[in-house]
């Protein structure tokens, strides 16, 4: 009697491992094709829509070909957008909602049309720089991104969902023109 028990214990162990192993594949295997589905998403600007928002106050510095300033109140009467795109992080797509307003509706605003490359700058030592011809509808000065809004401090942040995310930045405080 207790080697008929020992076999259905050893039988009903058999079996609860092989299960748990299935179902750690399965599992597995869930995860695996959700990032792979993510990964074959194409990057870029799904939706932009016109929404009533109050900007944050800030300030810009502008250097180079240009000696100003930009503020929240000198964009104030700008449309503001909610953007929803793909941004790629070097690995991975992700979703992300942003609020902001478009760098080409900035420059021509402010009158600083006439450079070859602008390069941003942010506090803490980042930057990037596009060529003129680089410069898109598609880029945006974003205030807010998904629900977040950026440190009071420093609420400007630099997005191009069109490129690799490393070459958006956030805590914009310098714009310098060539």
């Known amino acids: ?3 008929k028990n020992k076999r259905i214990i050893l039988v009903i162990s058999v079996i609860s491992v092989v299960a748990l ?14 990032k792979h589905e993510k990964l074959i998403e194409t990057i870029g600007i799904k939706d932009v829509q016109k929404i009533n928002y109050k900007l944050p106050k800030f300030t810009i510095v502008v250097d180079g070909i240009y000696d ?3 503020t929240s109140a000198d964009i104030k009467n700008l449309d503001v957008y909610k953007i929803k795109a793909v941004m790629n992080d070097g690995i991975y797509k992700d979703d992300y909602d942003f609020v902001g307003v478009r760098v ?16 941003f700058k942010s506090s803490g030592k980042l930057q990037v720089t596009y060529d003129k011809g680089e410069i898109t509808d598609n880029m945006y000065f974003v205030f807010e991104v998904d629900g977040y809004k950026y440190d009071a401090s420093e609420p400007v ?3 191009n969902p069109d490129v690799n995310a490393r070459y958006s930045i956030s805590d914009i405080v310098k714009l310098t023109f060539d």
């Open 104 to 119: 080409l509706d900035v420059l021509k605003l402010t009158k600083m049309e006439g450079f070859n490359s602008l390069t």
């Open 21 to 34: 192993v299935l179902l750690g594949f399965l599992v597995y295997r869930g995860i695996t094709i959700s």
């Open 1 to 3: 009697m207790k080697e």
């Open 157 to 159: 942040a630099l997005v």
């Open 68 to 70: 100003n300033t930009i």
